[in-house]
């Protein structure tokens, strides 16, 4: 899932801005996850990252429903 690309963030530090970056599939920080321009314009990729997140989603749910995770 993850490509050769970085994403640029611009986080605050002080009184400023400085620019972080993040591998493309990674997690940004603001604690989703970072898609760079080109696998966000890839329809196939897209969807295999929504894919993902439906499975995250789905395991959590079942975690929890066991009495794990965070709740």
Known sequence: ??????????VPRGYDYRET?????????????AVCDECGSNAAKMA????????????????HSAGYGDY
């Not at 899932?1 to 611009?10: A, D, E, R």
């Not at 990252?49 to 395991?59: C, L, N, P, V």
């Open 1 to 10: 899932m993850k490509c050769k690309n970085k994403v640029s963030y611009w």
């Open 21 to 33: 970056l993040v591998p493309c599939g990674g997690t940004d920080p603001h604690g989703g996850r």
């Open 48 to 63: 295999e990252i929504r894919r993902h997140e439906e499975d995250i989603e789905a395991d959590n749910a079942w975690a």
